[in-house]
Nanobody, 124 residues
Framework: QAQLVQSGGGLVQPGGSLRLACTASGRPLEYFAIGWFRQAPGKEREGVLCINSKDGIPYYADSVKGRFTISRDNAKNTVYLQMNSLKPEDTGVYYC?????????????????WGQGTQVIVSS
């Protein structure tokens, strides 16, 4: 089992950028499924960007394609969500999650270990 600790988040103006970090202990994230999810006020949690296995093809929600990317620092066992051109509708609580690797494409239902969440507010 992984323990995930998130950092980053905060207040940013529309059009700005923000990077969220997710650092794991107990699991080498390089070899496991990684997902970023968010829950906007009044909405259900949605998958934002997920990769289901090492060298898998990342899935991007349509709403973030071209704006959000994932990267990692294996030495730090940390994955990052780089968010660019932020919009007010990106506001919400963002969570990272990990799971055993699986085949398939998309944000699937196998996530078992979750970060604590971090608030992102996009507003003037």
């Amino acid at each position: 089992q992984a323990q995930l600790v998130q950092s980053g988040g905060g207040l940013v103006q529309p059009g700005g950028s923000l990077r969220l970090a997710c650092t794991a202990s107990g699991r080498p994230l390089e070899y496991f499924a990684i997902g970023w999810f968010r829950q906007a006020p009044g909405k259900e949690r949605e998958g934002v960007l997920c990769i289901n296995s090492k060298d898998g093809i990342p899935y991007y929600a349509d709403s973030v394609k071209g704006r959000f990317t994932i990267s990692r620092d294996n030495a730090k066992n940390t994955v990052y969500l780089q968010m660019n051109s932020l919009k007010p509708e990106d506001t919400g609580v963002y969570y990272c999650a990990s799971a055993l690797p699986v085949s398939g494409y998309g944000c699937l239902d196998q996530y078992s270990d979750w970060g604590q969440g971090t608030q992102v507010i996009v507003s003037s």
